[in-house]
């Protein structure tokens, strides 16, 4: 493979995650604007509460996309660098992550809360790791009724999964980066659980 595409894949990878695809998908449908409606995320938590389920779907899609694809491009790597696969694949996760949360398109202000894109990131890097990952956010999500709740229970798995899966420190260290940069833009969330204010995703009755 190609070096200088070795270089810069990662640069690529934050360019591809800062792409914030519920702004770009609620503008080109005419929506209402994303960064002032709802809770002002653009992710697919909030494209759900302004322009409805479809491009809610679109944006998880696009979200998770934007982890995946960068990241197994650098896992294609291995037959090129095996002695080196697991740190340039991570570093690779981290900046498709790091342009979700922080991305250039927008000033780096805005960005998403990055559940969506870490799952896509690892669903290369520790596969089965995401899926239990994945089980605990819905269990938690469904029990109570909150989203947020289950990001939050689902990224603390997220560590410990992929430990158990790779046995990789790499994978699993940057495993702990992305659970802990979560957490920090979950920090609101955080606060209204505490004091029992955060929304709720399902009504009662429905």
Same mark, same amino acid.
Request: net charge positive.
């Given at each position: 493979m190609n070096r200088l595409f070795l270089y810069l894949l990662?640069?690529?990878?934050?360019?591809?995650?800062?792409?914030?695809?519920?702004?770009?998908?609620?503008r080109l449908y005419g929506r209402n604007d994303l960064l002032k409606m709802g809770s002002?995320?653009?992710? %697919?938590?909030n494209v759900k509460r302004v322009a409805g389920n479809r491009l809610a779907a679109a944006t998880? %899609?696009?979200d998770v996309l934007k982890g995946f694809i960068p990241v197994w491009f650098a896992a294609a790597t291995s037959a090129v660098a095996a002695n080196r696969a697991d740190p340039y694949a991570a570093l690779v996760a981290l900046m498709a992550f790091s342009g979700h949360l922080y991305p250039i398109y927008l000033g780096f202000k805005n960005g998403g809360k990055g559940v969506a894109t870490a799952a896509g990131c690892f669903l290369v890097l520790a596969p089965p790791a995401v899926m239990g990952a994945c089980i605990v956010f819905f269990l938690v999500a469904w029990t109570t009724n909150r989203v947020s709740a289950g990001s939050l229970a689902g990224a603390g798995a997220l560590p410990i999964a992929v430990w158990f899966d790779t046995r990789s420190p790499v994978i699993t260290g940057c495993a702990v980066i992305v659970a802990c940069l979560i957490y920090l833009r979950h920090k609101e969330n955080?606060?209204?659980?505490?004091?029992?204010?955060e929304p709720v995703f399902r009504e009662k009755g429905r």
């Open positions: 990662p640069v690529f990878a934050y360019l591809i995650g800062a792409v914030p695809w519920g702004l770009v998908l609620t002002g995320n653009i992710g %697919a938590t998880l %899609a696009g955080i606060k209204r659980l505490i004091s029992g204010k």
